[in-house]
């Protein structure tokens, strides 16, 4: 069975910019998560999907934004990019049920983001 | 907002040294507890969770950890680490927020472990 998959793997971009980065789950799975790695903050929860919908965001602020599309596939925006956007961000996905909470995350790779 | 607090940045040991990581959370209703490991190059992976039952939990590579509900603590330990446990550790909590099923881990800042040959 393939793992989460995210690309690219790694991205440049200038201050100003914006950038989408795609995370294909697991099969079957209809969870998707995203989070921000930084050495000084770890990981950060950016937001949750489950069967298109958001169901939970993080303290981001409104210039990232994701989206899951009906094949479970999911993509997140980070628009107006900062030097501080700068990080690795982690996919992961999960067979969480609607209402189960216990369930393991299955991680990507991750996209390692860098801003100039 | 739940938090969750790793006591230790950087811990070293020799091989076949014990080792026990110290994790706190703050919340205080039913929570899902997991420790997450990522190796050198590797994605992160799960190493056990507790949910319910037995405070005590087994995980993978002979890795276990204590729930203890009265200190808010979920601490990791192993009997003897060998140099390929070398990675970092991340604690994390779940508490099921309003609203079904949302999902969302909250998790520490993580600890390096070097173990040294």
């Known amino acids: 069975k393939a793992g989460v998959t995210q690309t690219p793997r790694y991205l440049i971009k200038t201050r100003g910019q914006q950038v989408t980065l795609s995370c294909s789950p697991i099969s079957g799975h209809r969870s998707v998560s995203w989070y921000q790695q930084t050495p000084g903050q770890g990981l950060q929860f950016l937001f949750e999907y489950f069967s298109e919908t958001q169901r939970n965001k993080g303290n981001f602020p409104g210039r990232f934004s994701g989206r899951q599309f009906s094949n479970s596939r999911s993509e997140m925006n980070v628009s107006t990019l900062e030097l501080g956007d700068s990080a690795l961000y982690l996919c992961?996905?999960?067979?969480?049920?609607?209402?189960?909470?216990?369930?393991?995350?299955?991680f990507g790779s991750g996209t390692q983001l860098s801003v100039l | 907002a739940q938090s969750v607090s790793q006591h230790n940045h950087h811990v070293i040991l020799s091989e076949a040294a014990s080792l026990e990581l110290g994790c706190n959370y703050s919340?205080?209703?039913?929570?899902?507890l997991f420790w997450y490991v990522q190796y050198p190059g590797q994605h992160l992976q799960l190493l056990l969770k507790?949910?319910?039952?037995?405070?005590l939990v087994k995980g993978i590579k002979g890795f276990e950890a204590e729930f203890i509900k009265s200190k808010f603590s979920f601490n990791l330990r192993k009997p003897s680490v060998q140099w390929s446990d070398t990675a970092e550790y991340f604690c994390?909590?779940?508490?099921?927020?309003?609203?079904?099923?949302?999902?969302?881990?909250?998790f520490g800042k993580g600890t390096k472990l070097s173990v040294i040959p």
């Open positions: 992961a996905s999960s067979f969480i049920q609607k209402d189960a909470t216990n369930e393991k995350l299955f």
């Open positions: 994390a909590v779940n508490a099921p927020y309003s609203g079904a099923g949302s999902y969302q881990l909250t």
């Open positions: 919340y205080g209703g039913t929570v899902n």
């Open positions: 507790y949910f319910s039952g037995d405070p």
